[in-house]
C-alpha cells in the first residue's frame, strides 16, 4: 500500500483519499497531484503508486469516479468498479471478436463534459485553499484522458499533465487547443503491446503535442494496458523537474 498518512475527504462533489507525507518527512505539501484512476477500477485503485514516483513534500489526491458499475451495468454492489463516462461494452466486445479496436480518436463520449466540469471544480475548491502550491494533473487511462480533457477545455492553473496509457479523443477538438498546453509540461507513457487503447493513437497525440511547441515527455515501455515500473521511475523524475511552492502550503484534510 503506502506509508503516507491517508485521510478521505469531499472535494467538489467527489469522495477523494488524500495521500499526506507523515511528519517529520514533509508537514506540508509544497506540490499537489491530482491523479484520476481508469474505467472499472476502485476509487483507491491508484493510492499504492504514490510512494514509488512523489516526493515527500508532494501530496497525492485521488477522486473516486462517481459513476458505479452497479448503476451502469447492474453490476453486484459489492464491485466498487468506477467509471468517469459510460462506455458501451458490447460494442466493444464486438470489435475484438472481429479481431480490431475501436477507433475512439474522432468521438466525444456523451458524459466527458459532466466528468470534466467535476474534475474542475474539485481543482477550484483546492485552488482556493492552497493558493501557493504547485499543482499537477494527472491520470491512467480513461482518467487520463479526462485530464488531458480538463487541461486542455478549462482555464486551471497546473505545471504538469500526466498521461499514463491514455489516448487521443475528440481529435477535431483536442487539436486547436494544444498550443494551450505550452503553459506547462507533459509526461506521457504507453505500452507497445496495449490491446485496450492503441499505442498508435496514444503516439499521434504525443506527436500532435510536439508540433503545437509542447515540452512533452513520452515513455514507451513493453508491454499492454498498465504503469510499467520503468515508466514510475521516469515519472517521479519529470515530477521533480516541475516548479514546487517556496514555502509548504497548509496540509489537505
Not at 218 to 239: K, S, Y
Amino acid at each position: 500500500m503506502t506509508d503516507r498518512t491517508l485521510t478521505t475527504a469531499r472535494l467538489g462533489d467527489l469522495e477523494c483519499v488524500i495521500a499526506n507525507a507523515p511528519p517529520p518527512r514533509a508537514p506540508s505539501p509544497r506540490r499537489i497531484v491530482v491523479l484520476l484512476h481508469g474505467f472499472g477500477a476502485p476509487g483507491d485503485d491508484l493510492v499504492g503508486l504514490a510512494d514509488a514516483f512523489a516526493a515527500p513534500d508532494t501530496t497525492m489526491v485521488f477522486p473516486a469516479a462517481p459513476l458505479t458499475f452497479a448503476e451502469l451495468y447492474g453490476a453486484p454492489p459489492f464491485m466498487d468498479a468506477r467509471a468517469w463516462w459510460r462506455l458501451d461494452l458490447e460494442a466493444i466486445e464486438r470489435a475484438r471478436r472481429t479481431g480490431g479496436l475501436r477507433d475512439l480518436t474522432r468521438e466525444r463520449p456523451e458524459g466527458l463534459d459532466a466528468a470534466r466540469g467535476r474534475v474542475t471544480r474539485l481543482l477550484g475548491e483546492l485552488r482556493a485553499k492552497h493558493p501557493d502550491a504547485s499543482f499537477v494533473l494527472g491520470g491512467f487511462s480513461q482518467g487520463a484522458m479526462l485530464a488531458t480533457d480538463t487541461a486542455l477545455r478549462e482555464d486551471v492553473p497546473l505545471d504538469g499533465l500526466v498521461v499514463l496509457s491514455g489516448s487521443l479523443l475528440c481529435e477535431p477538438e483536442w487539436r486547436p487547443l494544444f498550443p494551450t498546453l505550452a503553459r506547462l509540461k507533459v509526461f506521457q507513457s504507453h505500452g507497445a503491446d496495449d490491446d485496450i487503447l492503441p499505442y498508435a493513437y496514444a503516439a499521434r497525440l504525443h506527436e500532435g503535442l510536439r508540433e503545437a511547441g509542447v515540452d512533452a515527455r513520452f515513455v514507451r515501455f513493453e508491454g499492454g494496458h498498465g504503469i510499467a515500473p520503468e515508466v514510475l521511475g521516469a515519472l517521479a523524475a519529470f515530477l521533480d523537474g516541475l516548479p514546487r511552492a517556496a514555502s509548504p502550503v497548509d496540509e489537505i484534510r
